[in-house]
Every structure is written in structure tokens, then in C-alpha cells.
């Protein structure tokens, strides 16, 4: 359970801080054009709010409401002459927080939104609002909230980088090769195999983007034994591995670094420390089976539990590297009490990048076009009959944030989440920033606006099919945690 808590917490802080930029994006360019945003609220609040404060006018939450003025007791009148509110930069706005984490919005006014006021588009034009202003404005104003997610997830990309560097060993310089899931060996991998290209490219860089590059390939070819062996990728074979993930059977995710069983600790009074293995020691067979990798190790000692097994270990700094075999007991759960080494830093070439304030930012950008055009690549694969099963809501998003709180995975997590939301966004569908852009962009084209009852329509269109969506990605994660 308090696992349960930690990931939402973590979803829903992320969620707060996505929702915050997205929406100041458009809050900024509206305010900077002279439109009124009459609301900007986290989460949404049909009915009632939990908090509302409009700067020095009000405050409240829930249905009630405090003055803070006696100006706030009556509307603030127009200046005829002008034209224009009587108001500051930030101060015509209710700010708020809303009770369903679903999302968030700015009611800006003269638009046809979320808030379906259709009321206030049936009252004359006023200057200060969306629908008086130059198509070039209102064009800027819709797209700067995908524009504000992009240029968060570089910034914290680029914090990333500046406060840890990258340090990693690639694909290229392990030596022992990789060891694969059961998916990725179906596709055609065998363990040992080191990937060197996929669809042309060349895998020498970041094991996560030569990883995502893998899985997103229809060729790939991999030295084994020395030879170069090309593999055509399934078609489905992104789909396998989510599976196979969700599924939690297999110790892989793809592939690992096929790296020596080393023992780094050995637990006094256990099976291990009573037989006389040592810190240190390299595993090279159990029972006389040989276990060149580490999973090999683990997969070889699974049912041994409560038996007493050989274990045959190369014991480092002794003249010859003695090979020694040794009765070691184990427990019911096949453990014999040592600690591994599970690092591949440890047995081959490492590769690090360190990165100042200036080199962080070129950094930032090509990892958040890299996640963007991979996440671009994926969005094809939703309307597969495969990728509609895979669609997950609110607890699959949930489920990548880590069991114990960890800030930088936090912020990566959190970045690539607003790459996500920047490219959903755009799409060009009603409801969504991407719908008022498309039909901006007819305007410029046509020289002309779609009707007011035309977009009221596409409006609840949109919204409807976005529920829809919603209800069928939260759907299938219930479908999925009951039929796992």
C-alpha cells in the first residue's frame, strides 16, 4: 500500500507541474496580446472548486467565497472610450484548483473551450477578447502551451545532464555481449550477440537510445561469434516486449548486459559463508552446468531450494586463478546468502560525459527531439489491433515511476510524460490545441473563420471522443490489473 502511495503521489505531482506549464503557455501569450483569461485552474472543477483566488477580489474553495475588497462586491465597468477591462497583467484572472486530476485549463475569453460558454460568444465582440485578435496571435496563443511542454522537457533534460553527466557503458564495448528476454530471442537474438546496427545506424552511443532504436527497427545486425548475422525484426515485436514486461515473468527488459557472476559479500552463518566462497569469487558452474552470464546463474539456481548444490568458482589473486568447487546449502528460496556485482561498469570500458551550463542545453534539446521522434515512431503502432490492447490511462502512467522516491528518475520520467503531452496535444483533433490550430490554419489559408456553431459543434465533438478515450485507456488498466 505505501508503495501504491508513492507512485500516485509522484503521478499526480508530475502531473501538477506538466499541467502548470502547459496552461501558463497559454496564459503568457493570451496576456501578452491583451486577451483576458478569466480562469487558469489546475485539475478540473465541474460544480464546485476546491480553492479559488482572484488577486485582490476574492478567495474561496469549495462553493464559498471570501471579498477581499469592497470593489469586488460589484463588476469592473468597461472604459467605453477604450474599450478595454480595467485590469493587470495577472490580476483579471481567477486562479484555482479543481478536484478531478485529469487536467487542466485557461478560460480565455471570446474562445470557444472547455468551458462551452457559449453565452458570453453571443454578446458583440470586445477587444480584449480571443476572437477580435489577428489570426497570427491566436495562432501563437494555441500552440504556446505545446511549445511551454517541449522547452520544460529540454530544461530538464539539460538539469539532468549538468547535475550527473552521463556515465555508461555501450553496447559496443561489452565485451561478453548481451543476454536477451524470451520475446527478443523469438525475435531472432541469441545471448551473447552484440548489437551493432539497426536500420543502417550504428549503435555506439546512450544504451537507451540505442535500446529504443532496437525495438523500433526492422533490421538489426549483431556480431555472434565474431560474425556479422542480420535479423528482421517482427512486426510486432515492440508489442512482445510490452507484454512481456506487463506480464512480470521475465528477469529482462529486452535485453541486459551479459556480464560474470563476481560475488561482492558473502553473510556470515549463511549457506555461501559456511562452504567457504569468498568476496570476490567468479561463478562458472553450478552442478557441473556451465553459467557464462550472471542471468544464466540466476535461471540455472531457480529450483534448488532446500538442496545443497556445486558450486564452481574461479577465485581471483590467487597465482593460477584457482578453480574451486563448493558444497553450498541453500535456502528455501534458492538463496545462499552473497551479494552480486550487477554493474557493468565494473567489468568493462566506461564512458562518461561531463557537461557545463552551455554544453548542457545543445545536450538537452537532442535528447528531447530523441524522445519527441521516438514517441512520434510509437503513436503509429496505437492503431494496430495490439496497440489498442497495450493503451493504458492514469495506472498505467502510474506504474513507470519507481517504487521508492528517486528525483532524478522523477525528472526523467516527468520530461518524457511532457514530450507526450506536448505531441498529443498537437494533434489535430477539436477539443485538443491541435483542433484550434487546424481550423486557424484554414482561416489564414481560406481567409475566412469556420462558424461559431460549426466549432461549438467540433468542440463537443472532440470532447466526447476524448472521454471516450479516456474511459477505454482507464478501462483496460482495470481490465489488466483484475486478468493480469
Known sequence: METFWIKAAQLVLALAILIIIHEFGHFLFARIFGIKVEKFYIFFDPWKELFKWKPGKYIGGLGKQKNLSPEAEGEVKEQAEEGKKKSGFWSDTEYGIGWIPLGGYCKIAGMIDESMDTEQMKQPPKPYEFRTKPAWQRLLVMIAGVLFNFLLAIIIYAGIVYATGEKYVALNDAEMGLDYSKAAVNAGFRNGDKPIKA??????????????????????????????????????????????????????????????????????????????????????????????????????????????????????????????????????????????????????????????????????????????????????????????????????????????????????????????????????????????????????????????????????????????????????????????
Do not use: C
Not at 223 to 251: A, C, H, W, Y
Not at 267 to 290: F, L, R
Open 199 to 484: 536500420d543502417g545506424e550504428d549503435l555506439n552511443g546512450l544504451p537507451t537510445e540505442d535500446r529504443m532504436k532496437m525495438m523500433q527497427a526492422k533490421e538489426v545486425i549483431v556480431l555472434r561469434d565474431g560474425n556479422p548475422v542480420t535479423l528482421q525484426m517482427p512486426e510486432n515485436f515492440i508489442f512482445d516486449l510490452d507484454k512481456e514486461m506487463k506480464e512480470g515473468k521475465e528477469s529482462i527488459n529486452f535485453f541486459t548486459y551479459r556480464i560474470p557472476t563476481r560475488i561482492t559479500q558473502v553473510m556470515p552463518g549463511e549457506g555461501a559463508a559456511k562452504a567457504g566462497v569468498e568476496s570476490g569469487d567468479e561463478v562458472i558452474a553450478i552442478n557441473g552446468t556451465s553459467t557464462g552470464s550472471l542471468t544464466e546463474f540466476l535461471s540455472t539456481l531457480e529450483g534448488h531450494g532446500n538442496e545443497t548444490i556445486n558450486l564452481t568458482v574461479v577465485r581471483k589473486g590467487t597465482a593460477a586463478n584457482d578453480t574451486v568447487t563448493l558444497p553450498v546449502a541453500l535456502s528455501e528460496n534458492s538463496k545462499m546468502g552473497v551479494g552480486l556485482e550487477v554493474d557493468p561498469s565494473a567489468f568493462f570500458p566506461v564512458k562518461e560525459k561531463k557537461y557545463n551550463l552551455f554544453t548542457s542545453i545543445p545536450r538537452g534539446i537532442e535528447m528531447g527531439v530523441d524522445r519527441l521522434t521516438s514517441y512520434a515512431k510509437s503513436m503509429k503502432l496505437v492503431f494496430t489491433k495490439e496497440g489498442a490492447k497495450s493503451v493504458g490511462g492514469f495506472g498505467a502512467i502510474g506504474s513507470i515511476f519507481p517504487e521508492s522516491w528517486d528525483w532524478i528518475a522523477f525528472w526523467n520520467i516527468a520530461a518524457f510524460l511532457s514530450v507526450a503531452l506536448a505531441f498529443m496535444n498537437i494533434l489535430p483533433i477539436p477539443a485538443l490545441d491541435g483542433g484550434h490550430v487546424l481550423f486557424l490554419i484554414y482561416e489564414v489559408i481560406f481567409r475566412r473563420k469556420p462558424s461559431e456553431k460549426f466549432m461549438e459543434y467540433a468542440q463537443m465533438t472532440g470532447m466526447v471522443l476524448l472521454i471516450a478515450l479516456l474511459i477505454y485507456a482507464n478501462g483496460m488498466d482495470i481490465v489488466r490489473f483484475f486478468f493480469k
